[in-house]
């Protein structure tokens, strides 16, 4: 059973929020399954749908143990803003995207994503499409900071304690 919809957006879903989208899938599953979560991403511009993340999100998603193939580029639409529960933007700019298009009573849903980690002094995952290989780690990193701090929050609204693996 569904509990918690969290939808992860950037401007073309295919660097930062399939990244986001895949750590913290692979953190929920490994530390909380109980919250039934139903976890996906998109994109504030249609550039890139139907398309693979892009190549260096996928190397250095894999290098970290984690998988992107699966996932392709979608764009972001009004009925996400029912759907889902927690729509994470990466940056300032797709924050008012989303909140524009969202309809009445539904802003309140859209959030930056590192709102969940608050000892980052970023507010912004910077979009790595034009640079190198350490633009993708630092997005990366980012993503799993959030993640943790994202699953904490969940587990906590949930009265869950602990994020211990399984035994």
Same mark, same amino acid.
């Given at each position: 059973?569904?509990?918690?919809?969290?939808?992860?957006?950037?401007?073309?879903?295919?660097?930062?929020?399939?990244?986001?989208?895949?750590?913290?899938?692979?953190?929920?599953?490994?530390?909380?399954?109980?919250?039934?979560?139903?976890?996906?991403?998109?994109?504030?511009?249609? =550039?890139?749908? $139907?398309? %693979?993340?892009? #190549? *260096?999100?996928?190397?250095? !998603?894999?290098?970290?143990?984690?998988? +992107?193939? /699966?996932?392709?580029?979608?764009?972001?639409?009004?009925?996400?803003?029912?759907?889902?529960?927690?729509?994470?933007?990466?940056?300032?700019?797709?924050?008012?995207?989303?909140?524009?298009?969202?309809?009445?009573?539904?802003?309140?849903?859209?959030?930056?994503?590192?709102?969940?980690?608050?000892?980052?002094?970023?507010?912004?995952?910077?979009?790595? =499409?034009?640079? $190198?290989? %350490?633009?993708? #780690? *630092?997005?990366?990193?980012? !993503?799993?900071?959030?993640?943790?701090? +994202?699953? /904490?929050?969940?587990?906590?609204?949930?009265?869950?304690?602990?994020?211990?693996?399984?035994?």
């Amino acid at each position: 059973m569904v509990h918690v919809r969290i939808l992860f957006v950037c401007m073309g879903n295919i660097c930062r929020s399939p990244t986001a989208e895949a750590v913290f899938r692979g953190l929920a599953a490994r530390l909380a399954p109980e919250l039934g979560l139903e976890i996906d991403s998109a994109g504030t511009h249609g =550039y890139h749908v $139907g398309h %693979a993340p892009d #190549e *260096r999100s996928a190397q250095v !998603a894999r290098a970290h143990g984690v998988e +992107l193939s /699966g996932l392709r580029a979608r764009q972001l639409t009004v009925a996400d803003f029912d759907a889902f529960d927690l729509l994470l933007v990466m940056d300032r700019d797709n924050l008012e995207f989303a909140r524009a298009m969202a309809p009445h009573g539904r802003r309140e849903r859209v959030r930056l994503l590192l709102d969940f980690a608050p000892e980052q002094p970023l507010r912004e995952v910077p979009d790595p =499409y034009y640079g $190198g290989r %350490a633009d993708f #780690e *630092r997005v990366y990193s980012l !993503a799993e900071e959030a993640a943790h701090g +994202l699953l /904490g929050y969940l587990c906590h609204e949930r009265g869950l304690d602990t994020l211990a693996p399984p035994a």
